[in-house]
């Protein structure tokens, strides 16, 4: 760095770290690392005067053929966004390096001197003196010839074992990796290489070279090599059409063991215990589909990252230790060394931050946060979490969800090929009504019906009480239920009990019985306090037919729903009703924006205490605050809530009065948000946001059973890491500089 930053005037570093996977219990492996202080490095260029480029200009990307050495040079009045391939390796994996990076074109620096530029789109390409090449020669990008490894950092690699095909027959190349399997045949040794992208066969012949077979006769499993030869090709009657790769095959002229490794507690892939295998995750992660999980898991990143950057977007980050605030689930503490008694929250999600960066004019905001509860874990839940975090002003409900919607449509197509159909949009009440459920899966083709009119004169008491006690009598078709079992019937009345039915009144349609609607006979303990009118309302208002079954609940509207809504996803698992290889999505808006908590005995935020009201039902927040609606959204995907978010109060006097309705007094309001009620009132803009799940999203995307397979290094359901052992004891010295005392028994 230059001058006046002391000392500590370095902006990165790094070094071999041959020991570290040994010293984890692992294998001896040869490594190196480098690491770059970001805010340090901006620091420099902000003193040294250098702007970002215009992100708007293409890309280039700098490829040397015939063992070419040359800088990356990039004139600061350019403007150019420029790349180059670190390591040096083949034309072609260079060219491959350069469509993975989407740069529109690529400057191949020839041996001669002479510049050839590729226009990648095209592939058409022009000999020094285009235009495009008119930067290289003023010196704004700049490629300097030289002999074969002057300036170059040493190499095992030339290209990914995975990459190779018939277009790379005849070439040299070096593979680097692990020892997949090993098998003589008669004199011929067939070692399959493996790393990261795939596998090559190499066949080892000792007639070419006995100091290779001397080496390759001792490899085993997982021991990591290096080969170079040369790529040809398989004779026709072993060609593996199986494998990318499989139409060719190494002759290795020269061979590297880097490290031995001791017998495996499992090979990758095997099928063992999770304990076991997050006992030792980093041999697990050699597994191929989670290595797959996590490319998913970078392509979503990447494809969210540039579809916020086109929408003008600036991604920030804000502090992981925070203080503590109400509202929300239990908070992981930090004590503070320089604070005795005093303790820092790591954030549940960066919802004050983000509001304080729209009053600071940002206007729009993304991060890719990392979350942490403190809460009973299952398997789509982790203790710490990623989201997608986004923030605008000056903004309405739909200009968010239709961002959000945008995003989420682009980066599931990009990332996995999952095309999203545009979403339909349904209020909370609409879809409790009729799927009993707030996240309603669409893949099951049933619905909740309300027949409380067509029984409002019934003599069957049992409903006819619930009607009198302003209830609701609702029905549901269940396809195929006629063949139930009365042991099955019990456990769904069993079942709709537990979500607080006082019963469930079922009906099933076929067979023989006295009573009948048309010409389809109808089955139940209770058809004989039925009217025929009554039943025929309820077999027709249902769709049910031959075959099927009704359930029916009379209650109050919000335990009708959820008894139903369990029934519907217990027939879809029953019935294999849900539709297979379909992707349905949905908006659901208008949540109510407070609920009784009986517990506590007062009302709680549905979703956050900065939520703003309909305006339509801001004049009942303190009157009836039980029906205020939401402007607050949640997007659903196949059953399951992938994101939410609201518009903010951006005005101080309307989160005061919700502060009131959530009974928190103003002390106590000013207390916890003291510095949000006086940011507001410095002229906030109205805003809104949303937040995605990023961990479920790639889960689902994926096809996963448990978040712990899309998450490099997960906790437990016991929030523990049984690779390290976290969490784990402290010293009593950390804990008295800490001022704090452990009540746990001994």
């Known amino acids: 760095m230059p001058g006046g930053f002391g000392a500590q005037s370095g902006v990165g570093g790094g070094g071999r770290c041959d020991d570290l996977v040994e010293g984890l219990g692992g294998p001896h492996l040869p490594a190196a690392g480098f690491r770059i ?55 072609k994996a260079q060219f491959r390096l350069a469509d993975r990076l989407r740069a529109r074109w690529v400057a191949i620096l020839e041996g001669s001197g002479d510049v050839v530029v590729r226009r990648m789109a095209e592939g058409e390409e022009r000999a020094q003196g285009s235009p495009w090449v008119g930067a290289v020669d003023r010196g704004l990008i700049a490629g300097i010839p030289g002999g074969a490894g002057e300036g170059l950092m040493e190499t095992l690699r030339t290209v990914w074992c995975g990459e190779l095909g018939t277009e790379d027959v005849g070439s040299e190349v070096t593979v680097c990796g692990w020892v997949d399997t090993t098998r003589d045949h008669g004199g011929l040794l067939f070692v399959d290489v493996r790393d990261r992208s795939g596998l090559v066969q190499m066949v080892v012949d000792p007639r070419r070279s006995a100091e290779v077979w001397e080496s390759a006769r001792q490899w085993r499993g997982e021991w990591t090599v290096g080969v170079r030869g040369r790529v040809v090709p398989r004779d026709p009657a ?190 909370w009440a609409e879809a409790m009504a009729r799927f009993g459920s707030d996240k309603p899966d669409l893949r099951i083709p049933v619905e909740i019906v309300d027949l409380t009119a067509s029984f409002a004169g019934t003599a069957f008491q049992n409903f006819a009480r619930v009607l009198a006690a302003k209830g609701v009598l609702r029905a549901l078709r269940i396809p195929g239920g006629g063949l139930l079992s009365r042991a099955e019937l019990d456990g769904a009345t069993s079942l709709a009990r537990e979500r607080g039915a006082g019963g469930l009144a079922w009906f099933l349609l076929g067979g023989d019985s006295e009573r009948r609607v048309g010409e389809v006979a109808v089955r139940s303990p209770v058809t004989k306090f039925l009217s025929d009118p009554e039943l025929a309302a309820l077999v027709q208002g249902s769709g049910a037919q031959a075959g099927d079954a009704i359930f029916v609940v009379a209650d109050q509207p919000a335990v009708a729903a959820t008894a139903l809504g ?80 609201s518009i903010r109060n951006h005005d101080p006097e309307v989160q005061s009065r919700l502060f009131a309705a959530l009974r928190l007094s103003a002390e106590e309001a000013q207390e916890k948000f003291g510095f949000l009620l006086e940011a507001l009132s410095f002229g906030a803009p109205p805003h809104g946001g949303v937040a995605f799940g990023m961990d479920r999203l790639v889960m689902m995307l994926a096809g996963a059973d448990s978040l712990r397979d899309v998450i490099a290094f997960p906790k437990t359901a016991r929030a523990v890491e049984p690779m390290t052992g976290a969490p784990g004891t402290v010293s009593a010295r950390q804990l008295r500089d800490l001022h704090v005392r452990s009540t746990a028994p001994a």
């Open 37 to 91: 202080g970001l805010e340090r490095l901006l620091l420099v260029l902000e003193q040294e005067g250098v702007a970002g480029a215009d992100e708007r200009v293409p890309n280039i990307f700098l490829a040397g053929a015939d063992e070419v050495a040359f800088p990356l040079c990039v004139g600061r009045q350019a403007g150019l966004g420029a790349d180059f391939d670190p390591l040096g390796r083949g034309l």
């Open 238 to 427: 072993n060609v593996n059409p199986k494998l990318p790769t499989g139409a060719v095959e190494l002759e290795p002229s020269a061979v590297q063991v880097f490290s031995r490794s001791r017998p495996l507690p499992f090979q990758p892939g095997e099928d063992v215990d999770e304990a076991v295998r997050l006992r030792y995750r980093y041999l697990d992660l050699r597994r191929p589909r989670l290595q797959a999980n996590l490319r998913l898991r970078h392509a979503f990143t990447r494809a969210v990252r540039e579809y916020l950057d086109r929408q003008e977007f600036v991604e920030i980050e804000t502090p992981t230790l925070t203080r503590s605030t109400p509202e929300g689930a239990r908070d992981y503490l930090v004590p503070s060394r320089n604070a005795p008694g005093c303790f820092y929250a790591l954030p549940q999600s960066p919802q004050l931050y983000k509001q304080l960066l729209m009053v600071g004019g940002l206007e729009r905001y993304y991060q890719i946060a990392r979350c942490w509860r403190d809460e009973d874990l299952r398997a789509d839940r982790q203790p710490e979490f990623t989201q997608v975090d986004i923030e605008m002003s000056f903004v309405r409900v739909q200009d968010v969800m239709a961002l959000a919607e945008g995003l989420i449509r682009e980066a599931c197509a990009v990332a996995a090929g999952v095309l999203l159909e545009p979403l339909p949009r349904l209020t």
């Open 566 to 645: 369990a029934l519907r996803l217990w027939a879809a698992d029953r019935f294999g009703l849900r539709e297979q290889g379909t992707w349905r999505a949905l908006w659901v808006t208008d949540f109510p924006l407070l609920e009784w908590d009986a517990e506590e005995g007062r009302f709680v935020a549905v979703h956050h205490p900065f939520t703003a009201p309909l305006g339509e039902d801001l004049e009942l927040l303190e009157s009836d605050p039980g029906r205020v609606r939401a402007q607050a959204y949640d997007m659903v995907i196949n059953g399951t809530e992938v994101g939410g978010g």
